[in-house]
């Protein structure tokens, strides 16, 4: 079972039937890429996304001819779609109509308070909630300038900055009776935006959606949202989360769900294990635990789930049946080059020609398979 992490208190909303705050488990959300008014495009990458294990979608709706496909792709979507707007209330207005989970605006972007009442209103009416945000990009005009003047470091500053914003937007939801509000604070500064997340779930219940904006390329991108995000789920704050990468939206799934497992909210299902590799390894560990990889994959992309806890892929039998005695299965180099031993619990059973002991492995993960019916 996962971790029973000691989390921050915050209300609950809705977004489909996903659950966001209180006691529900931290959600995975991307956003797609594609021009979404392309029904075909969205909807193959929204199922995509689902088969790696996002649980909640936005897409961009910049226009009335995206408002006007909304309802073909709600139809067939497997997951909640969040509609992102900006400067056009009567997008978000459409959206709502149209039948979308939830919104995303920037109050200070779409014209006035009468028309961020509108959307509160809609919004209301039809019991979905939105989502506010304040970003390092679009922070109002002189806040930053004004914090950095009395003395505060740039660094302290932003994050102060981006609470005061967070803040303003939903204290102004909330005038008008609307309190189904997630937030988000990020900057691509990752010390700004987890203190600016540990000062907002010091202040408020809102639930809060984590993530670094801006993080960059899959390596880089997904460094800096495992610390930053790693850093807050540690400390029991943050509901939802997204991990912003300059890569294939699967890619920010697989990061998001390695980050959660990592953080002991997730069952990894199964664990895998590898070592670093020394002057003692005798195969290609890194092919062998990339097929391993692979193929838990395929499994999981076919619904199948595994009952095997953790597999260990380790370089030699001092890393293998000894640091991985806890494994189910691994295999780990024998001391002829090209020869694999497997072990489960610690126990070899078997010393084999490298080819014919990974076939072994995978004959043993696959007779621990389920396949969905």
């Not at 993530?211 to 807050?232: C, D, M, P, Q, W």
């Not at 990894?268 to 994959?297: H, W, Y």
């Amino acid at each position: 079972m996962p971790h029973q992490l000691l989390r921050n208190k915050s209300r609950q909303i809705k977004v489909g039937g996903v659950p966001i705050g209180g006691n529900a488990p931290v959600s995975i959300q991307s956003m797609t890429n594609t021009v979404t008014s392309d029904v075909t495009a969205t909807l193959a990458q929204i199922r995509e996304l689902h088969e790696a294990g996002c649980e909640i979608v936005r897409s961009t709706v910049p226009d009335e001819a995206t408002v006007n496909v909304l309802p073909e792709i709600l139809a067939q979507s497997p997951l909640p779609l969040i509609a992102d707007i900006h400067f056009d209330y009567r997008l978000a207005l459409g959206a709502i109509k149209a039948g979308v989970h939830a919104v995303r605006i920037n109050p200070g972007n779409i014209g006035g308070r009468e028309r961020v009442q509108k959307v509160a209103e809609a919004a209301g009416n039809a019991h979905i909630p939105i989502r506010v945000g304040a970003n390092s990009g679009s922070l109002p005009k002189g806040l930053l300038e004004s914090k950095i003047s009395s003395g505060m470091t740039r660094e302290k500053a932003l994050a102060e900055s981006l609470v005061e914003a967070a803040l303003y937007q939903a204290e102004l939801l909330e005038e008008f009776g609307f309190r189904d509000i997630k937030v988000s604070l990020k900057a691509s500064s990752v010390t700004s935006t987890v203190e600016a997340c540990r000062i907002f779930a010091q202040r408020t219940d809102y639930p809060l959606h984590l993530g670094v904006t801006e993080a960059g390329t899959a390596f880089r991108g997904t460094v800096k949202s495992a610390v930053g995000i790693g850093s807050l789920l540690l400390d029991g704050i943050g509901n939802t989360i997204r991990v912003s990468l300059s890569a294939p939206v699967v890619e920010e799934v697989k990061a998001a769900k390695a980050i959660l497992e990592s953080c002991g909210l997730r069952e990894a299902s199964p664990e895998i294990v590898s070592c670093p590799t020394c002057g003692r390894t005798t195969f290609d560990l890194m092919r062998a635990v990339n097929q391993v990889e692979k193929l838990i994959d395929s499994i999981k992309a076919k619904g199948g789930s595994i009952s095997l806890r953790k597999i260990a892929v380790m370089g030699c039998e001092v890393n293998g049946p000894g640091e991985a005695a806890d494994a189910d299965i691994g295999i780990a180099g024998g001391n002829r080059k090209g020869s694999l031993i497997l072990f489960k619990k610690g126990e070899r059973f078997a010393t084999l020609p490298e080819a014919e002991g990974y076939a072994l492995l995978k004959k043993t993960i696959l007779e621990n398979t389920i396949q969905k019916k």
